[in-house]
């Protein structure tokens, strides 16, 4: 059973508009940020937006005033808004959580969702 599962994601032109959801199945005590990250193709896993649970948000200088990361804890679940899609945004977008448990931050990830920006 997966614990984060992502959608939204496909084939956009350059301006357009997608919405990303993260779906989990965690309980949101523990959790102390949630996030996402991309990995174009030939390329490492950056970070794109993350928020705290304090409601902070980060977000990477290339995506700043496009991007918008926003959660819903009564759905469990993580978005993040991209408007403005440029063909440089091209790549595997990944959800992931940080959560406290037994003394320590655990790490999870989803399985990751294609995001193509092209004319």
């Known amino acids: 059973q997966e614990l984060l599962v992502e959608s939204g994601g496909g084939l956009v032109q350059p301006g357009g508009s997608l919405r990303l959801s993260c779906a989990f199945s965690l309980t949101n005590s523990g959790i102390t940020a949630v996030g996402w990250y991309r990995q174009p193709p030939g390329k490492q896993r950056d970070l794109v937006a993350t928020a705290s649970s304090g409601g902070t948000t980060n977000y990477a200088d290339s995506v700043k005033g496009r991007f918008t990361i926003s959660r819903d804890n009564a759905k469990n679940t993580v978005y993040l808004q991209m408007n403005s899609l440029k063909p440089e945004d091209t790549a595997i977008y990944y959800c992931?959580?940080?959560?406290?448990?037994?003394?320590?931050?655990?790490?999870?990830w989803g399985q990751g969702t294609q995001v193509t920006v092209s004319s």
């Open positions: 992931n959580i940080q959560k406290y448990i037994m003394g320590k931050i655990s790490n999870y």
